[in-house]
């Protein structure tokens, strides 16, 4: 994903969030450092997420073991909930506990949209505007 794209995916759930009450703020440079830090954090004073974003043109996304690790330690010591929120090019946004991906077959961990159709959540499924039934041991 391009540097671009991802901002612009990034602004895209920042805006998403505040027009459904959250605050949310944007780490410049997630990534970059050596500390832990999310794409975006949000919360509406019951609930806060950790949430690190991409978007893809693809239908597979490969994750190395250790950003996840990042993502979960910051949330954990934030008091967040750790997710991934990937954008499809033109089919849109799914998100996914940090604990739920997909192992892969090498060393890495993997969404693909067929997964994210099964056991991923859409905007209003995460921020609790209304819940989809989904398979035992994977709702919030």
């Given amino acids: 994903m391009s540097k671009a ?3 612009r995916a990034e602004r895209e759930l920042f805006h998403k969030f505040w027009e459904q009450g959250f605050a949310v703020c944007r ?3 997630s990534g970059s450092t050596t500390k832990p830090a999310p794409d975006l954090l949000a919360g509406d004073g019951e ?3 950790a949430i ?14 250790n950003e996840i690790v990042q993502l979960n330690l910051f949330a954990n010591t934030f008091g967040a909930e750790a997710w991934l929120a990937i954008r499809f090019d033109k089919v849109g946004w799914f998100f996914i506990q940090s604990n739920n991906l997909e192992k892969s077959k090498g060393e890495s961990l993997l969404l693909s949209l067929e997964y994210m159709r099964k056991k ?4 209003e499924e995460l921020i609790g505007k209304y819940r989809q039934k989904k398979l035992k041991g994977h709702n919030r």
């Fill in 52 to 65: 690190e974003c991409k978007s893809i043109k693809g239908t597979k996304k490969y994750f190395d073991v």
């Fill in 47 to 49: 609930k806060i997420f």
């Fill in 120 to 123: 991923g959540f859409n905007f």
């Fill in 27 to 29: 780490s410049a440079g």
């Fill in 5 to 7: 794209k991802g901002s």
